[in-house]
Each structure stands twice: as structure tokens, then as C-alpha cells.
């Protein structure tokens, strides 16, 4: 669009119809004075003054102030410190033991019990997984007493003799792994003794019948031993015999063990000596006329035979 003239006859703009003026358009009104700015940080020196206020726009530092410190006694907070570690691990193992008290006393049960069996024993028969036995061949006829010292559950009652025969096995009912059974029994003069156990050491004394052990690993021992015959195995464990009678046959056989036999001195015995590695020690004659045999066989083992 072109201009024109007004009526008065002046040019006017096209875009306004207006004269036009040497003034600039105010589209937003007139733009505020913004005050002057501090200096920023980073040019800020002591001594410089904010611009208008007269005051300085960062105080120029203090001196530090001396502190008098006091050495602090190291070992109080490692003192304090282990006092609390020990409490603790006093508590953790106070803890613990009672904990494990209480497993103990329902997992196992350990008793002693002692009784006695009537009849006419001939025989005793006794055979355990894991314990001591001690058999005693002085009591009066027709009773046996039995001590047992077993852990594991409740007890097994006490059996009765059977055709002259009184056997007796692990106390406890269920038997097995975890039942150990300690026995001392004593029964009449002459009853034949027979022992069988895994682990367990084995001790006989007085006048029995004949007498036969078997062990896994545990000592036998023929305390003042007066038997018609003794027949001793063991696999690991030593072997010590002190007879007071002649015996028809005493049969020692160990895998690794010492073995000891005592011998009456006016007693004669066939004897009979083998170890693969070990030292004899013969205390007594061999006379190979007598009907008493007296065998000693050890893989690894000393022998010693005394008269």
C-alpha cells in the first residue's frame, strides 16, 4: 500500500494512516532501571566496598583463635571398646552353651541303672556297639547282677536266662549308632563269658568258664584270671592275661597290639609264638609234650610271656 496525504495535505504512513514521526514506538512500555550489581564472588577482594552501601563486600578474615588441646588417653576407646567386644562374645558363648545343654538333654539320655536277673546261669552272653564291659565271676549262685551306664533313650528292660543262657545288648531301646552301653556284671563262679563288642575296652576276673572276647578296637584285660579256656581277638588294642589256673587253651590275636601273659610257674604250656613286627620276650618254658597250648599271633606287636 502507498502513502497518501492527510487533509491537511501532510504524507501519512501507508501501514497507519498517520504523519510520521521521528519518535520510536513503545511496544512494551519503558524498560526499569535495574540497580547495580555486586562484584561476584570470585572478584571479591578485602577492602572492596558493595557499591552504594558503603560497606565492605567481604570482611577481611580473623586470626584463628589458640586452642589449648589435651592429649585424650588412647587407650580409653579401645579399652571401652574391647570391654564391649568381649561382653559380647560372652553373651554369644553363654548363648551358645545353653543352647547346646538343651540339644544335649533331648538328644541324649544318660542313666545308670542297676538290677538283677534270677536263674540258672550257665552262660552270659553281652554284646554292644560301643562301651565298656567289666565281667566279675565271684557272685552267688543263681543271680546276676547288672550295672548299666547307657546314653541314648529309656532303658530296655533286663532280660531273662533263656535255657541257661543270659544275653545282654544295648541298654538303651533303639539300639544302634548313639547308644553306648557300659556294663559291670557279676555272675556265679564258673559261668562261661562271652564278649562281643565294636569299641569298647573288656575286662574279666575270677573263676569263670570259658572265656572268648572279640573286639574292634578296645584293651582286653584277664584280671587274676582263673578259665577253663580263653580265646581273645582284637584288631587294635593290647591284650594282657594274668592266669591263676591252668587253662586247657589261652588264644591271644591281635592286629596291632602288645600282648602280655602271666602263667602259673608249675603249670607247662605248648607254646606257640608269631609276630610279623614286634619284639618276644619268652619268660617261660616251651614243652611241647603239654596238652595246654598257648598261642600268641600279632601282626604289630610285642610279645611278652612270664611264668
Same mark, same amino acid.
Not at 121 to 130: E, G, W, Y
Given at each position: 500500500?502507498?502513502?497518501?496525504?492527510?487533509?491537511?495535505?501532510?504524507?501519512?504512513?501507508?501501514?497507519?494512516?498517520?504523519?510520521?514521526?521521528?519518535?520510536?514506538?513503545?511496544?512494551?512500555?519503558?524498560?526499569?532501571?535495574?540497580?547495580?550489581?555486586?562484584?561476584?564472588?570470585?572478584?571479591?577482594?578485602?577492602?572492596?566496598?558493595?557499591?552504594?552501601?558503603?560497606?565492605? /563486600?567481604?570482611?577481611?578474615?580473623?586470626?584463628?583463635?589458640?586452642?589449648?588441646?589435651?592429649?585424650?588417653?588412647?587407650?580409653?576407646?579401645?579399652?571401652?571398646?574391647?570391654?564391649?567386644?568381649?561382653?559380647?562374645?560372652?553373651?554369644? #558363648?553363654? /548363648?551358645?552353651?545353653?543352647?547346646?545343654?538343651?540339644?544335649?538333654?533331648?538328644?541324649?539320655?544318660?542313666?545308670?541303672?542297676?538290677?538283677?536277673?534270677?536263674?540258672?546261669?550257665?552262660?552270659?552272653?553281652?554284646?554292644?556297639?560301643?562301651?565298656?564291659?567289666?565281667?566279675?565271676?565271684?557272685?552267688? !549262685?543263681?543271680?546276676?547282677?547288672?550295672?548299666?551306664?547307657?546314653?541314648?533313650?529309656?532303658?530296655?528292660?533286663?532280660? !531273662?536266662?533263656?535255657?541257661?543262657?543270659?544275653?545282654?545288648?544295648?541298654?538303651?531301646?533303639?539300639?544302634?549308632?548313639?547308644?553306648?552301653?557300659?556294663?559291670?556284671?557279676?555272675?556265679?563262679?564258673?559261668?562261661?563269658?562271652?564278649?562281643?563288642?565294636?569299641?569298647?575296652?573288656?575286662?574279666?576276673?575270677?573263676?569263670?568258664?570259658?572265656?572268648?572276647?572279640?573286639?574292634?578296637?578296645?584293651?582286653?584285660?584277664?584280671?587274676?584270671?582263673?578259665? !577253663?579256656?580263653?580265646?581273645?581277638?582284637?584288631?587294635?588294642?593290647?591284650?594282657?592275661?594274668?592266669?591263676?589256673?591252668?587253662?586247657?587253651? =589261652?588264644?591271644?590275636?591281635?592286629?596291632?597290639?602288645?600282648?602280655?601273659?602271666?602263667?602259673?610257674?608249675?603249670?607247662?604250656?605248648?607254646?606257640? =609264638?608269631?609276630?610279623?613286627?614286634?619284639?618276644?620276650?619268652?619268660?617261660?618254658?616251651?614243652?611241647?609234650?603239654?596238652?595246654? =597250648? #598257648?598261642?600268641?599271633?600279632?601282626?604289630?606287636?610285642?610279645?611278652?610271656?612270664?611264668?
Amino acid at each position: 500500500m502507498e502513502g497518501g496525504r492527510d487533509q491537511s495535505g501532510g504524507e501519512t504512513r501507508p501501514d497507519t494512516g498517520r504523519p510520521p514521526t521521528d519518535e520510536q514506538p513503545q511496544f512494551f512500555g519503558r524498560h526499569p532501571t535495574l540497580p547495580p550489581r555486586p562484584p561476584v564472588p570470585d572478584d571479591k577482594v578485602h577492602g572492596d566496598e558493595v557499591p552504594g552501601t558503603g560497606r565492605p /563486600a567481604m570482611p577481611p578474615p580473623h586470626a584463628p583463635t589458640p586452642v589449648e588441646l589435651q592429649d585424650p588417653d588412647p587407650d580409653y576407646p579401645v579399652r571401652r571398646r574391647r570391654r564391649g567386644v568381649a561382653w559380647l562374645a560372652i553373651a554369644a #558363648l553363654g /548363648a551358645g552353651g545353653i543352647a547346646t545343654a538343651a540339644n544335649a538333654g533331648s538328644m541324649f539320655r544318660s542313666e545308670s541303672v542297676r538290677g538283677s536277673v534270677t536263674g540258672d546261669v550257665r552262660a552270659l552272653i553281652v554284646t554292644t556297639t560301643s562301651g565298656d564291659v567289666d565281667v566279675r565271676a565271684d557272685g552267688e !549262685a543263681g543271680v546276676v547282677q547288672v550295672e548299666r551306664r547307657f546314653s541314648g533313650g529309656p532303658a530296655e528292660r533286663l532280660p !531273662a536266662v533263656d535255657a541257661g543262657s543270659l544275653e545282654l545288648g544295648n541298654a538303651c531301646r533303639q539300639g544302634g549308632a548313639g547308644c553306648d552301653t557300659d556294663y559291670t556284671v557279676t555272675v556265679p563262679i564258673g559261668t562261661a563269658v562271652t564278649v562281643r563288642t565294636a569299641a569298647g575296652d573288656v575286662e574279666v576276673r575270677g573263676q569263670t568258664g570259658a572265656v572268648s572276647v572279640k573286639t574292634t578296637s578296645g584293651d582286653v584285660t584277664g584280671n587274676s584270671l582263673s578259665a !577253663a579256656s580263653a580265646d581273645i581277638t582284637t584288631t587294635s588294642g593290647e591284650v594282657e592275661l594274668d592266669t591263676r589256673s591252668a587253662s586247657s587253651q =589261652l588264644k591271644v590275636d591281635t592286629t596291632s597290639g602288645d600282648v602280655d601273659v602271666t602263667v602259673p610257674q608249675d603249670v607247662p604250656y605248648r607254646v606257640r =609264638l608269631e609276630s610279623t613286627s614286634g619284639d618276644y620276650d619268652q619268660g617261660i618254658l616251651d614243652v611241647p609234650s603239654s596238652p595246654r =597250648l #598257648l598261642s600268641v599271633t600279632t601282626t604289630s606287636g610285642d610279645i611278652t610271656l612270664e611264668q
